[in-house]
């Protein structure tokens, strides 16, 4: 099945991409998401370990199964005063 | 009444938002601005870039909001947020609430900007001499 990932802030900036179509076996969850952005994006580590998930414009769990068409965002850190990433 | 949202990348006007929360069941208006500071953790900042995702921002506001409306009946609510590139000085977000008495103006207003802060998927990356960061906030 084929999903929507979109690319804010920190995530965009090391992926290099705004967003992208994953395609994804039938019953893939959230974790299952960040476990292949892993593997095809190491340097995303950081940022991911850090971040929520939300599809279609709500917070979900890892847990959460994805459906056909859904859209998949990764959320670093929105409050506080500590780091995400460093470039320079 | 229908509460002002935007998120923008042109400057905000202030007094669209506070017109936009007048009524004359209102007795008080609490306007809360945030500004770029020069400054952040020991280090000097240049200026600010803020992402957003936006879709997802106006409904997280949208929730905020309407968790105030329950909780301190407040129905004159604004919100705008920039985003983009902001210089210092620069106002980054305006929270505008309108209530009948100024008790709960404060605490919506309150609640508004530190819940908006830590749920709304806006961020901001600091730009200075040394590096940039994005940082949680």
Request: hydrophobic share 40%.
């Amino acid at each position: 099945m084929k999903t929507r990932i979109r690319y804010f802030a920190s995530l965009r900036e090391i992926v290099g991409l705004s967003e992208e179509i994953l395609t994804l076996p039938e019953g893939s969850r959230v974790g299952d998401v960040r476990t292949l952005l892993l593997s095809r994006y190491p340097r995303l580590q950081r940022a991911l370990e850090r971040s929520t998930c939300a599809v279609n414009h709500g917070y979900v769990s890892s847990e959460t199964t994805l459906q056909e068409g859904d859209e998949i965002v990764f959320i670093p850190p929105v409050g506080g005063g500590g780091r995400v990433t460093w470039n320079h | 009444m229908e509460p002002l949202i935007s998120i923008t990348r042109e400057p905000i006007d202030r007094n669209v938002l506070i017109a936009s929360a007048s009524h004359p069941s209102v007795g008080g208006i609490a306007v809360f601005e945030g500004v770029v500071r020069d400054n952040a953790r020991g280090k000097q900042v240049s200026y600010l870039e803020y992402d957003v995702y936006p879709e997802m921002a106006i409904t997280q506001i949208r929730t905020i909001i309407e968790e105030v409306q329950r909780r301190w009946g407040a129905e004159h609510v604004a919100v705008a947020h920039r985003v983009g590139r902001l210089e210092i000085g620069e106002t980054s977000v305006i929270v505008v609430v309108a209530t009948p008495h100024r008790a709960e103006a404060f605490e919506a207003c309150r609640y508004i900007i530190d819940t908006l802060k830590t749920t709304v998927p806006i961020w901001k990356k600091e730009v200075a001499s040394s590096g940039e960061e994005w940082v949680e906030g």
